[in-house]
C-alpha cells in the first residue's frame, strides 16, 4: 500500500514539474524586448491551455500592473511587491513563495505596450469569467457587457452553461441578448427585444435603438419601441430615486451640521459665529489622526468621532468660560465676540497645518457604490452619512429628554431663576451645553472629512446653511431642524440641475424669507412662556 502511495506522489511530482516547466518554456518570448508579435502569440497560447492554472492569472495581473520582471541571469520571471532605492522585494511567479530582495540592476521589466495591454486585459477578463470567487465572475460580466463584440457570443454560451449565481447569469442573458438583437436571425430578434425591455443598461437601450431605426420588420419595430419605452421609463423613476437620494444625503449633512447649532443657538439663545470652526475643527481631528495612525485608516474615522467630539466641545466649554458666558442677553456682542473668535480659530489652523486644503483618506467599506441596477446606484459614503446623521439625532433625542443632563438643561434654558432656586449649578449647566453643541459640530465634521477637502475656510461653507435650517424648522425645535434639515436638502437637489448651484441657494434664500415673513417662529414653533420671550 505505502508503495502504491508512494508511486502516485512521485507521479504527480513528476507531472506537476513537467507542468510547470511547460509553463515556463512558453514563457521565453516575454525575455526579448521587441518581440511584441511574439508576446501576443504567447499570450494567446498560454490563456487556451492553462486556463484553469492560478499562476496565469497572476502573469497577466502582473503584466497589466508593470510587476512582472525576469532575473537576467536566470531567465527566471518575478513579480516585484515593494520597490526601493536600490532593491525590489520580490515573489516567484509560479510558486509566489517570497525571494530575497534583489538588486533592480539584476531585474529586467517585461516590456509591452497598448496592443498587448489589450489583449492581456481581454484574456484576463476571459479568465475572472470562470473564477471560484463569484464577484470576480460578475465584474468580468459586466467588463464583458460593456466590451461586446460578436466573438464574445461563445464565451458567454459556455458561461451560461456552467454558472450557478443568478446575478451573473442575469449580466451575461443581456449580453447575449443584445448580441442577438444585432448579429442573430430575425427570429431569434423577436425573442431578444422581449427579453431586453428588463434592463436597463445604456448597452441595451443603444441595441434596441439600433435596431428600431434600421430594421424593416414592422413587428421587430413596434417591438422594439415598446421596449425602449419601457427602459425609459424605469430610466425615469430611478433618476427621480436617485435625486431624492442624494437630497436626502445632503439633508443629513445640513441636519449634522445644524443640530449642534440648534442646541447652542436654539436653546441656549447664543448667536455662535464660531460654529462652523468647530466642524472644522472636528475635520481636522480626522486629519490629524490619519496622519498619526497611517496604517489604521480603516478604523481612523471610528476612532475621529469620539475624539472630535472630546476637542471641538472641550474648545466649546473653554469658549463659553472665558467669553460667551460674559455676553449673555447682549446677542449682538455676541455674534461680534463669536465671529473675532471664528477668524482667530481659521487663522490659528492656518498657522499649524497650511492655508491648502488637505485629504482625508477614506476607508474602503466608504468607497465604493451599492449598485442596484444599471440606472440606480448609490454611494456607501452618502449612505453611511444618512444612517449616521440619524443616529446622532437620536442620540441627542435621547440625551436631552430621557437623561438629568437633558432636564438640567431644558429646565435653566427655560427659566434659569427657577432652576437655580431647586439648586443646579447655571453655570456649569451652561457649560456643558454648549461644549455639547460644540462637540456635535466636531462630529458632523468627521462625516464631512469624508466628502471633501479638509481646509481652513470649511466651516464658512456652513455656517449661513445652518443657521437657514434651524430658523426654518424653528428655533429650539429639534424636530424641525430634522424636518427642515431633510426639506432643504431635497429642494437644493431638485432645483439644483434646472437653475445651477448659485441660484438654486439664491432661490431657497428668498423661499425661507418670504416663508419667516409668514410664520416668524419657523416650522415647528416652540409653545409655552419660554416661546413669548
Do not use: C
Not at 449682538?332 to 463669536?338: D, G, K, N, P, W
Not at 425645535?477 to 448659485?502: D, H
Amino acid at each position: 500500500m505505502k508503495l502504491f502511495i508512494k508511486i502516485i506522489l512521485l507521479n504527480l511530482l513528476l507531472f506537476s514539474s513537467l507542468f510547470s516547466s511547460d509553463f515556463v518554456s512558453e514563457l521565453y518570448p516575454f525575455t526579448k524586448s521587441y518581440s511584441f508579435k511574439q508576446k501576443e502569440q504567447t499570450i494567446q497560447k498560454l490563456a487556451q491551455q492553462y486556463s484553469n492554472d492560478e499562476v496565469l492569472h497572476t502573469l497577466f495581473t502582473s503584466l497589466l500592473d508593470g510587476t512582472l520582471y525576469f532575473i537576467k541571469e536566470s531567465k527566471k520571471f518575478v513579480v516585484v511587491i515593494k520597490k526601493d532605492t536600490d532593491a525590489y522585494e520580490i515573489i516567484d511567479l509560479m510558486t509566489k513563495k517570497r525571494l530575497k530582495p534583489m538588486s533592480k540592476y539584476l531585474l529586467q521589466r517585461v516590456k509591452t505596450n497598448n496592443k498587448l495591454r489589450s489583449i492581456t486585459r481581454s484574456r484576463l477578463a476571459d479568465l475572472n469569467l470562470f473564477s471560484k470567487n463569484q464577484d470576480t465572475r460578475l465584474k468580468s460580466a459586466k467588463n464583458i457587457l460593456k466590451n461586446l463584440n460578436q466573438d464574445s457570443m461563445v464565451l458567454i454560451n459556455k458561461a451560461l452553461k456552467s454558472e450557478k449565481d443568478a446575478s451573473v447569469i442575469r449580466v451575461l442573458g443581456e449580453a447575449k441578448s443584445i448580441l442577438q438583437v444585432n448579429y442573430g436571425t430575425q427570429a431569434e430578434q423577436l425573442v431578444a427585444v422581449q427579453k431586453l425591455g428588463d434592463f436597463l443598461s445604456p448597452q441595451a437601450l443603444e441595441a434596441l435603438q439600433k435596431l428600431h431605426d434600421t430594421s424593416a420588420n414592422q413587428e421587430i419595430k413596434k417591438l422594439a419601441a415598446t421596449a425602449i419605452a419601457t427602459i425609459q421609463s424605469k430610466k425615469s423613476f430611478y433618476a427621480f430615486v436617485e435625486k431624492a437620494f442624494f437630497g436626502l444625503s445632503l439633508g443629513s449633512i445640513l441636519l449634522l451640521a445644524a443640530i449642534g447649532l440648534a442646541i447652542t443657538f436654539g436653546v441656549m439663545k447664543v448667536i455662535n459665529m464660531a460654529h462652523g470652526e468647530m466642524m472644522m475643527i472636528g475635520a481636522y481631528t480626522t486629519y490629524t489622526l490619519q496622519q498619526i495612525l497611517p496604517n489604521m485608516t480603516e478604523y481612523s474615522v471610528i476612532l475621529a468621532i469620539p475624539l472630535a467630539f472630546i476637542v471641538s466641545g472641550l474648545i466649546g466649554i473653554i469658549l463659553e468660560r472665558l467669553v460667551i458666558r460674559h455676553l449673555y442677553g447682549r446677542p449682538l456682542e455676541t455674534l461680534l465676540a463669536t465671529f473675532g473668535i471664528s477668524l482667530i480659530l481659521q487663522q490659528l489652523v492656518r498657522s499649524i497645518y497650511s492655508p491648502l486644503n488637505q485629504e482625508v483618506k477614506t476607508p474602503q467599506w466608504m468607497s465604493g457604490a451599492w449598485e442596484i441596477n444599471g440606472a440606480l446606484s448609490l454611494t456607501y459614503n452618502r449612505l453611511y452619512i444618512i444612517i449616521f446623521a440619524l443616529l446622532v439625532f437620536a442620540g441627542i433625542l435621547l440625551l436631552l429628554n430621557k437623561t438629568s443632563l437633558g432636564l438640567k438643561v431644558r429646565a435653566v434654558t427655560q427659566n434659569r431663576e427657577m432652576a437655580q432656586a431647586m439648586g443646579i449649578r447655571t453655570g456649569l449647566i451652561d457649560a456643558l451645553t454648549f461644549g455639547l453643541g460644540s462637540g456635535i459640530a466636531g462630529i458632523a465634521g468627521v462625516a464631512l472629512s469624508q466628502l471633501t477637502n479638509v481646509g481652513p475656510n470649511l466651516g464658512q461653507s456652513y455656517i449661513v446653511d445652518s443657521f437657514m435650517v434651524v430658523v426654518f424648522g424653528g428655533v429650539g425645535n429639534l424636530w424641525g431642524t430634522l424636518i427642515s434639515a431633510l426639506t432643504l436638502g431635497e429642494i437644493n437637489k431638485f432645483i439644483e440641475p434646472v437653475a445651477g448651484a448659485v441660484l438654486a441657494k439664491v432661490i431657497i434664500l428668498v423661499f425661507i424669507i418670504l416663508f419667516i415673513q409668514k410664520r416668524p417662529r419657523g416650522l415647528f414653533p416652540q409653545k409655552g412662556r419660554d416661546a413669548q420671550d
